[in-house]
């Protein structure tokens, strides 16, 4: 075949190892290497315990995922070339991932008018090899895998369905595999394939997609609520567990967890399952009160109990009357307000500031810190009485970087509601940004996340994805390595390394001066020792007294030159 296929290299350059985060990267997706013989017992295994029928059905949609995949660096990839070379990025990116070696035979199509008739000759195909060394030579083409692939991609290039079917199969027996693709529609028996594709359509993606979108919109209670919450790890649902048993009750709950971890939402999730759901909500931070005025701010206060008090005021336990009060930060309530505090949980009845007569309340109690109360306690801060009152059953939060389980449903919940509040349509959140996500701390926790993808979905481009630069833009670059023109890997250029390169040449000196500025640089730093100094640059003893001589005959060559030294 005398086929010649455009450079591979900006394709090539998508695929990204990094043995350190111990993952492979095809653009902004996640790869794996696997091993041919595992996925040949696969085959096998699908084979043997769904069928034929079936196994082919699953392996067909699997190879339609990544054609479906891989059609998207067709657009991304060679957006200025012609729309020959942005197709042959299908079959060149497959040859790079292995499947097989292709050669298009014949091309024919026209994206406007939706025709399409191609032909390709696929060689060494893994599939047809694995499936040869399990079961010998067999009636049918067996390349499912294959075929799903140029399907999914060749559909999503064209924007219409197109179906490939193997006309010839090394698993047949023959010397290669021969694939023909054309629009399900000019197949006399299209109509019968359609099982394999049709659920996953491109077109029916993105219109369930929208639909979702519009059907969070709607459903959408406003952001300051606390609504549902919302986990999967084990240490989530035991403290979520804990929540629903006592919600029913009168007992007073006490919320401990780092800053940030959801602890109001916890006592609104409360709220809403006890029976008092119906009534009043209220909620102070009693951190955020000066000492003075918190007594005023929880009990109330009668008109000129103080300068300043022109009218009586309810406090926020009248408010709350019938329904749940949260006192978030107790822990840093001032000693005065914590014994009156106490009067009221034994007594049941609050008296205003500056009042004489004393009123009936009847509040849940909700508290919440993320400081020690015991060791508050010990250190003089906080009475050991209040403690035990507060202390009857406490429920504890994790932190985030606890729940890692958490960290996906909990960003794509917030995706959805940004995007509604910022009215901005994004499709989703990147494989590689969600591993970043994934990896991260989360000193912040939920409000730290809350922060990072509301600035993503800023960042974001309309109709596109949350990439790991709009989550963590000051990120150094990782080292990367990818594949040279031999294949090989080498060890990729990163940001830090093109900012040099600039300096460098906007610096306007010639290379040989830059290198025997590296090169006394080095000697310098090595004290003269030219052993260290060649460690230092990478190089044998010889190779840099070899260079240290050339730099020094051509000054001698050129004594007309600029000083090496500024
Ligand atoms: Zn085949």
Redesign the pocket.
């Known amino acids: 075949m005398s086929f010649k296929y455009p450079p591979d290299k900006d394709l090539r350059r998508l695929l990204r190892f990094e043995p350190d985060s111990g993952a492979i990267w095809l653009g902004d997706r996640r790869m794996v290497l696997m091993h041919t013989a595992a996925l040949a017992a696969l085959r096998q295994d699908l084979i043997n315990s769904v069928g034929t029928e079936h196994a082919r059905r699953i392996l067909t949609r699997m190879g339609y995922a990544s054609g479906l995949s891989d059609a998207e660096y067709a657009k991304k990839t060679r957006p200025g070339e012609s729309v020959q070379d942005s197709f042959l990025v299908g079959p060149q990116l497959h040859m790079l991932e292995g499947a097989a070696r292709v050669t298009p035979v014949k091309i024919t199509f026209d994206i406007a008018a939706g025709l399409f008739n191609a032909d390709f000759r696929?060689d060494d195909?893994w599939?047809?090899y694995a499936h040869r060394q399990k079961f010998g030579l067999v009636d049918e083409?067996?390349?499912w895998t294959?075929l799903g692939y140029a399907s999914g991609y060749t559909s999503a290039f064209m924007g219409r369905l197109i179906l490939y079917k193997?006309t010839l199969?090394?698993?047949c027996g023959a010397d290669h595999?021969q694939i023909v693709g054309r629009p399900i529609e000019e197949w006399p028996d299209g109509e019968a394939h359609r099982v394999y594709f049709t659920d996953d359509s491109l077109m029916d993606k993105m219109e369930a997609l929208q639909s979702q979108v519009e059907a969070l919109k709607s459903t959408l209670e406003p952001v300051s609520l606390g609504g549902q919450l919302i986990g999967d790890s084990l240490g989530f649902r035991k403290a979520y567990t804990l929540m629903q048993k006592v919600a029913p009750t009168q007992a007073t709950v006490l919320l401990t967890g780092e800053t940030g971890v959801g602890k109001e939402r916890f006592a609104r999730a409360l709220h809403e399952l006890s029976n008092r759901a119906d009534k009043p909500f209220v909620a102070v931070n009693c951190a955020a009160l000066p000492a003075e005025l918190i007594e005023a701010e929880l009990f109330g206060v009668e008109k000129g109990a103080y300068t300043g008090a022109h009218a009586a005021r309810a406090g926020r336990f009248e408010r709350a009357d019938g329904g749940t009060l949260l006192l978030d930060e107790v822990g840093e309530m001032p000693m005065a307000a914590q014994t009156k505090l106490l009067r009221v949980l034994q007594e049941g009845e609050i008296e205003r500031v500056g009042g004489e007569t004393t009123r009936k309340v009847n509040v849940r109690l909700v508290a919440a810190t993320n400081v020690d109360l015991a060791q508050a306690v010990q250190a003089g801060r906080f009475r050991a009485d209040l403690m035990y009152r507060l202390n009857v059953y406490p429920i504890c939060i994790p932190p985030l970087r606890e729940r890692k389980a958490d960290i996906e449903p909990l960003a794509q919940a917030m995706l959805a509601r940004f995007c509604a509040l910022h009215g901005k349509r994004v499709m989703g959140i990147e494989e590689r940004a969600l591993q970043a996500l994934r990896q991260h701390d989360w000193p912040g926790n939920v409000r730290e996340l809350e922060n990072l993808i509301e600035r993503g979905v800023i960042l974001a481009t309309q109709a596109g994805m949350v990439e790991v630069e709009h989550l963590f833009p000051n990120q150094p670059d990782t080292a990367q390595t990818g594949l040279n023109a031999n294949g090989q890997l080498v060890r990729l250029p990163s940001a830090q390394d093109d900012d040099l390169s600039t300096r460098i040449l906007n610096s306007g000196s010639s290379l040989d001066e830059i290198e025997a500025r590296v090169l006394d640089h080095a000697v310098a730093r090595a004290s003269g020792n030219l052993s260290e100094a060649a460690r230092l640059l990478g190089l044998t003893r010889p190779q840099l007294a070899y260079r240290l001589k050339r730099q020094h005959a051509s000054e001698a060559d050129a004594p007309a030159s600029k000083p090496a030294q500024e």
């Open positions: 696929c195909s599939e047809a083409p067996s390349c294959l193997e199969c090394a698993a595999c």
